[in-house]
């Protein structure tokens, strides 16, 4: 990774955060949709290989057939 990828990285982290108030108090959280879709797009526009599909599978935001997560 390059310093623009963690510049990137770090812009999208701070678009898609919002707070919450948890038991503990209030903290911030990132709004996994929206910031999946973001990160998503950047990757491919990166890497026109990049498999989409794939990499949401081995986050855990997808499940395979059989309901596992696919690495």
Same mark, same amino acid.
């Given at each position: 990774?390059?310093?623009?990828?963690?510049?990137?990285?770090?812009? $999208?982290?701070?678009?898609?955060?919002?707070?919450?108030?948890?038991?503990?108090? @209030?903290? /911030?959280?990132?709004?996994? %949709?929206?910031?999946?879709?973001? $990160?998503?797009?950047?990757?491919?526009?990166?890497?026109?290989?990049?498999?989409? @599909?794939? /990499?949401?599978?081995?986050? %855990?935001?997808?499940?395979?057939?059989?309901?596992?997560?696919?690495?």
């Amino acid at each position: 990774m390059t310093k623009k990828d963690y510049i990137k990285l770090a812009e $999208l982290i701070s678009k898609h955060r919002t707070m919450a108030n948890l038991r503990r108090g @209030v903290t /911030f959280v990132i709004k996994k %949709g929206d910031f999946m879709n973001d $990160l998503c797009d950047y990757l491919q526009e990166d890497n026109p290989k990049f498999d989409e @599909v794939k /990499f949401r599978l081995a986050t %855990g935001e997808i499940l395979n057939q059989e309901g596992n997560l696919e690495y």
